[in-house]
């Protein structure tokens, strides 16, 4: 879809260039050449000809110009079908991302591609900016808004600044040390005595899959969660 639409637009925009101002363009050199060749032959015939004698190059060099620049127009074509495609699939998923209140995971793996940051790094430097919007209903689809996590140990496929990235991106707040604010512990292998200081305040202890599960959650369960724990 998204290749016909470029294709689409980019012929109805050459076709429009060609007959508003191309074809003017066209004339208005060939009569301004003609001029100029019988100028020359006015002035000088010999001179005229030597002037001539590039003609054919040029039109060789044409000839190649244009058999080269088709293929390189086709190129960019396909990456603009390509882009337009993606851009596509991207705004219209955005809906179904926030049904399944997956935009924490979305997130983190939008910017786990290197060039996914140097694009917002391009961004950030031609001075665009996204100014944060606080109260909104988008507050629906962070469910970890307003509680505390302590991550401790070794998660099985996560690190512990992925972990942190997928909580601050829901809303939470990682903290190093566990207390009696604390909502729940993430503990892992080996978690030590973080896990010790849990157990004894009575805080929650959570594994990756329960990570996983609260950050796909609505919100009102997570609280529900939080307030029953």
Known sequence: MGRLLTRLTSDVDALNDMFTSGVVAIFGDVITLLGIMGMLLVLNVKLALVSFAVLPLLFGLSLWFRSNVRETYR??????????????????????????????????EFFAEPRHKTVVDLLIAAGIAWSAIEGTASDAHRPLLGKTLVITGTLPTLSRDEAKDLIEAAGGKVSGSVSKKTNWLVAGEEAGSKLEKAQSLGVAVIDEAGLQALLAAPADAVDEAAAGE
């Open 75 to 108: 190129q960019v074509r396909i990456r603009l079908a390509r882009m337009n495609a993606y851009l596509q699939e991207a705004i219209t998923g955005m809906s179904v991302l926030q049904i399944m209140n997956h935009e924490a995971q979305s997130v983190h």
